[in-house]
């Protein structure tokens, strides 16, 4: 069967989109896992499903696959990427609502930007001088120095696989405080390497410096090796409401596979 797809990128997280509301992508594992291969597919750090929402309240539904193929949670940049889709597709057009495995969204679309609205955040959680918390999708959190010298996929996979969170595991991100602005790298749950950004990695990032009084003005502003992005929130001691992840979202190019 033929297959229309389109390529997405926002900040360097890249996307396989397909506008699945007729239901003519079946879900397949090993089909998710060639789509994103970089040498022998399209190349991607993940593919997003928009699909028609159960919800009338909403304007489409976000299903996300990891390039291993599975479905996981939540994915910031790639919520933002869909959104910029649904525009393209007519579904919307200054404002959307989706609902994601993480529950419901709302976003603003801008010309060079799209704001998305992420979960509040209940807890962070201390483990030393680390941080972990759930911004959609689960992120450990590491400040270190000279962040440009690090082995991301070495020390992203020791934690991601380390006996805390076993199986399910984690993303990985690692901060740097510098001058205004945080430097962010981050290893992927489900790529299983360092990709050029992550969105509910960024918003743990910011989250997690703002409650370690480690950067303390809004909105936090981030630089990953794939562009910059901003995040504002509302702060009540530990809970953070009203959470928005803001950058770039861009479709690169278009295509037809054979599934
Ligand atoms: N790239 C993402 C996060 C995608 C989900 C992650 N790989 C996981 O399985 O937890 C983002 O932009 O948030």
Known sequence: MTVKFYKYQGTGNDFVMIDNREGIFK????????LCD???GIGADGLILLENSEDPEDDFKMVYFNSDGNQSTMCGNGGRCLVRFAE????VEKTAIFTAIDGKHHAKI????????MQDVAEVKELGTEYFLDTGSPHHIVFTPEIQQLDVKKEGAAIRYNEVYKAEGTNV???EPQDEILQVRT??????????SCGTGVTAVAIASTYAKKYNSLPV??????GNLEISFKQNGNQFTDVWLSGPAEQVFEGVIEC
């Open 27 to 34: 879900n397949d594992t090993k089909v998710i896992q060639r």
């Open 38 to 40: 970089r040498k022998f």
């Open 88 to 91: 393209f597709l007519n579904i």
């Open 173 to 175: 991100n690692f901060v």
């Open 110 to 117: 801008e010309a060079d930007k799209i704001h998305l609205q």
């Open 221 to 226: 502003k981030i630089q990953t090796p794939g």
């Open 187 to 196: 290893y992927e749950r489900g790529v299983e390497d360092e990709t050029l």
